[in-house]
């Protein structure tokens, strides 16, 4: 009964240094997202996607890659790290329909030096 | 997307029921309202959802506005865990599943 899978929870990276954020869901949820929040503001919505091999842009993609390749997976890609992507960043998923609520990952806390 | 519109922040006492409001004037009829919380280093976490009619469950209650252009989440007793963000959220399939969170509502519970 895993629900929603995020992985590193800590992650420490250099300036222009690529990496990729995990995220799995076990629940055969349509729909995954992924959000970034800055310290003392909301949730903002990086991209998300509502199906295998369908992927959207949200309010603040730029400098993030992601792919849906499978049902269960949605990674996050950052290409070249910078400073003003130290976030934590969390993952969610549902069903499509929109009377199913989110679950939420615990999130990664990412620093960018 | 129809937005959401929240108090930056609330306080009540230990034991007392919040009202914690939301006034989404914009919504279309097949929004749904959706509630989550989110508590100190957490990742939110569903409250509760509704689309027209009243709503109850074990954690609080939804009250909709006859003409669904605000709702009100109800903490029936307030406990010190209850302190939390909560954001109040439109959910429409037609709008393409981009749901933005906004600031959220801080409730600051007292003893």
């Known amino acids: 009964n895993a629900g929603v899978t995020q992985t590193p929870k800590f992650q420490v990276l250099k300036t222009g240094q690529s990496m990729t954020l995990q995220c799995a869901q076990d629940?055969?949820?349509?729909?995954m997202s992924w959000y970034r929040q800055d310290p003392g503001m909301g949730l903002r919505l990086i991209h998300y996607?509502?199906?295998?091999?369908?992927?959207d842009q949200g309010e603040v993609p730029n400098g993030y890659n992601v792919s849906r390749s499978t049902t269960e997976d949605f990674p996050l890609r950052l290409l070249s790290a910078a400073p003003s992507q130290t976030s934590v960043y969390f993952c969610?998923?549902?069903?499509?329909?929109?009377?199913?609520?989110?679950?939420f990952g615990n999130g990664t806390r990412l620093t960018v030096t | 997307d129809a937005k959401t519109t929240q108090p930056n922040s609330m306080e009540s006492n230990e034991e007392e029921p919040v009202h914690l409001p939301c006034n989404h004037s914009?919504?279309?009829?097949?929004?749904?309202i959706h509630w989550y919380r989110q508590l100190p280093s957490q990742g939110p976490e569903y409250v509760i959802h509704?689309?027209?009619s009243n709503v109850n469950n074990r954690m609080a209650s939804l009250a909709i506005a006859e003409d669904r252009k605000s709702s009100t989440l109800i903490l029936h007793r307030a406990t010190l865990r209850d302190a939390a963000v909560y954001y109040c959220?439109?959910?429409?399939?037609?709008?393409?599943?981009?749901?933005?969170f906004g600031k959220g509502t801080s409730l600051l519970v007292t003893p």
């Open positions: 969610a998923s549902s069903r499509g329909q929109n009377n199913s609520p989110l679950h």
């Open positions: 629940m055969n949820h349509e729909y």
């Open positions: 996607s509502v199906g295998a091999g369908i992927t």
């Open positions: 914009t919504i279309s009829g097949t929004d749904y």
């Open positions: 509704g689309l027209t």
């Open positions: 959220i439109l959910r429409d399939e037609n709008s393409g599943y981009a749901l933005n």
